[in-house]
């Protein structure tokens, strides 16, 4: 079985389609309006931590089960611990990938739907610079409009998929992310240059810690494993596909290390244009739809960069809801024997059915409220702030004390010998953050945002 395998083409190929994943509409869509609505500067902080000690570590582990077992989530952990249990925490990640492609294809649906505005010229017609937010609530709240676009874009992952790995995921990638960073360096770069761009540049930098509550805390965290596409196996799949040769944690590195970085490029570049043109940092989801548009205008060539750019973010999305797809699939072709073409299909089927109430939550449906959020908001925050750091607490806690050092260092060693040699302090880093830090500080984020901690804390002084 291990033999017919697919396997990545070299160690770059795993690398740029694991930052494909990790990178997409989680950085240039997700991290500035959640950023924008918790605060700016304080959230960016708590983010910032959150990524460099939880993160990082769950990420060299979650891509180290994935290349140790070469098997998808609910097969990789029954192998190493024979135990159903621990086969469910893979199951969790797949119900995860379910649910996250089911929102995420939607807002990868408006950026195709803003290629089209884009070649239209449509942003040029805008004479205030508000009519772009208003211009985006008229094209959300046309129901043909919202699920054309989300249907094709399903159907865009369901054929990469359908292709395999090294085929489809491996060669788009190595394409697309390139291009897309120098986009939005150039963005970035306008973006400072607006007139009013520093109001944005101090949102950013500037912390204001009364912003910050548990449930800022917990949003953070989410994001976090969210953005670096943790917590449900994609980054366990795409590391099943990984040579043995290859040094894991370098691997881990440059993918949080180029994540973060286009989190925060996007960020400036948002920031400083919606400050400059008055536009509200709090807009919710619509965030880059409203404010782009304005600033491509005041571009010089403002009419191509706009089309290029919501080409690209439309690509960025679909590296992601590859992976996305991509466990779901892997656990039906390896454990439940079905063909991979038959297995993309359907399934993709299903988490299009899924996601037509969150994309009817913007028009048909926005009335309708659970526990005051939207369908949409609902079904994103059940899976990115519960499902993913539950799930990275979990692998954490596997991998530091089901699965034992002991038998875990010798996997993390291939690969990375010279690693091991050099800076052996790296590796009691990890341990460490692994085996305590990690579980400890996403056990109590849910405590405390569950409002018990206080409670605790009251009781004891
Ligand atoms: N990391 C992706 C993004 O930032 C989203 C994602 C989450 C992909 C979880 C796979 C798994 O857009």
Redesign the pocket.
């Known amino acids: 079985m291990e033999a017919q395998r697919e396997s990545w083409g070299s160690k770059t190929g795993f690398i740029l389609a694991a930052a494909g994943?990790?990178?997409?509409?989680?950085?240039i869509w997700?991290f500035p309006y959640i950023a924008g609505e918790n605060g700016g500067a304080s959230f960016v902080i708590v983010y910032l931590i959150c990524i460099a000690v939880i993160g990082f570590p769950v990420l060299i582990a979650e891509i180290l089960i994935g290349r140790s077992t070469q098997r998808n989530p609910v097969g990789a952990f029954f192998k190493l611990s024979g135990s159903k249990f621990w086969a469910g925490v893979g199951g969790m990640g797949i119900v995860?990938?379910f649910l996250?492609l089911s929102f995420?294809a939607i807002i990868a649906g408006w950026s195709i739907g803003y290629i089209v505005e884009a070649i239209d010229g449509n942003f040029f017609n805008f004479v205030e610079e508000t009519a772009s937010a208003q211009h985006f609530l008229n094209l959300v709240g046309n129901v043909y409009w919202i699920l054309g676009y989300f249907i094709f874009f399903m159907m865009l992952t369901t054929v990469i998929v359908f292709a395999g790995v090294k085929k489809g995921i491996e060669r788009g990638s190595k394409i697309m992310m390139p291009i897309l960073f120098f986009l939005l360096i150039i963005l970035m770069i306008r973006g400072i240059t607006l007139n009013g761009a520093e109001k944005g540049l101090e949102f950013l930098w500037n912390p204001d810690w009364s912003k910050i509550n548990a449930n800022t805390i917990l949003i953070a965290l989410g994001h976090a494993?969210?953005?670096?596409?943790?917590?449900?196996g994609?980054m366990l799949t795409y590391g099943s596909y990984m040579s043995k040769k290859d040094n894991i944690i370098s691997s881990a590195f440059q993918i949080v290390f180029l994540?973060t970085i286009i989190a925060l490029i996007a960020g400036i570049a948002i920031f400083t244009a919606v400050f400059a043109t008055g536009l509200n940092p709090q807009a919710g989801p619509g965030l880059i739809f409203h404010t782009l548009p304005s600033v491509f205008i005041k571009m010089p060539g403002g009419y191509f960069f706009s089309i290029l750019f919501f080409i690209l973010l439309t690509l960025?999305?679909l590296t992601?809801?590859i992976?996305?797809l991509e466990?779901v699939v892997s656990y039906f072709v390896d454990e439940r024997k079905w063909k991979r073409h038959h297995a993309a299909i359907v399934l993709a089927f299903f988490i299009t059915l899924l996601g037509v109430p969150s994309a009817l939550s913007y028009n048909v449906l926005s009335d309708f409220t659970i526990a005051g959020k939207n369908f949409f908001d609902l079904v994103d925050f059940i899976a990115s702030n519960i499902l993913?750091p539950l799930g990275g607490l979990l692998i954490s806690v596997f991998v530091a004390w089901k699965w034992g050092f002991k038998k875990v260092l010798p996997n993390l060693r291939e690969g990375a010998e010279n690693l091991f040699e050099k800076y052996p302090w790296v590796i009691s880093f990890w341990k460490i953050f692994l085996k305590y830090f990690s579980p400890i500080l996403i056990f109590l984020v849910f405590l405390n945002s569950i409002g018990i901690l206080d409670k605790i804390i009251e009781l004891f002084f």
């Open positions: 994943s990790a990178i997409g509409l989680g950085n997700k995860g990938g996250i995420y494993f969210f953005t670096l596409s943790l917590g449900m994609a994540d960025a999305a992601s809801s992976s996305l466990v993913l």
